[in-house]
């Protein structure tokens, strides 16, 4: 590795670049881990941005958490009963249901894949 450095003044600075990274679109899932990173895992961060890594971790945890979502979303859609005919029969209670379980994925997914 070469550096180069670059005179300002009387002081000469290296001349840091980081590494291509690749350019993923992160989502929802992917923004709060970076979040999570940016203030409570300062060194996994500096470690990721600076090894061109983030991007791509981002990405995969973006992809993690939206798996376990549709999974658990699916698992307790069927445990609990809730069906189309409860929807078309009695809609209120079917989005009460469906809230219930999408809250219960979400917290689920933010402790085990978010934030650790």
Request: charged share 30%; with cysteine; hydrophobic share 35%.
């Amino acid at each position: 590795m070469e550096l180069r450095y670059k005179q300002i003044g009387d002081q000469f600075y290296p001349e840091l670049e980081l590494p291509e990274q690749t350019d993923y679109k992160i989502g929802k899932y992917g923004n709060l881990h970076l979040a999570f990173l940016k203030n409570h895992r300062r060194g996994t961060y500096t470690t990721l941005l600076a090894e061109g890594r983030l991007n791509e971790h981002l990405h995969s945890i973006d992809e993690q958490a939206v798996a376990q979502m549709e999974s658990i979303v699916a698992g307790l859609v069927k445990k609990n009963g809730i069906t189309e005919e409860l929807k078309a029969t009695d809609q209120m209670r079917w989005v009460q249901e469906m809230n219930n379980v999408r809250a219960c994925a979400k917290e689920f997914v933010l402790r085990e894949v978010i934030y650790r």
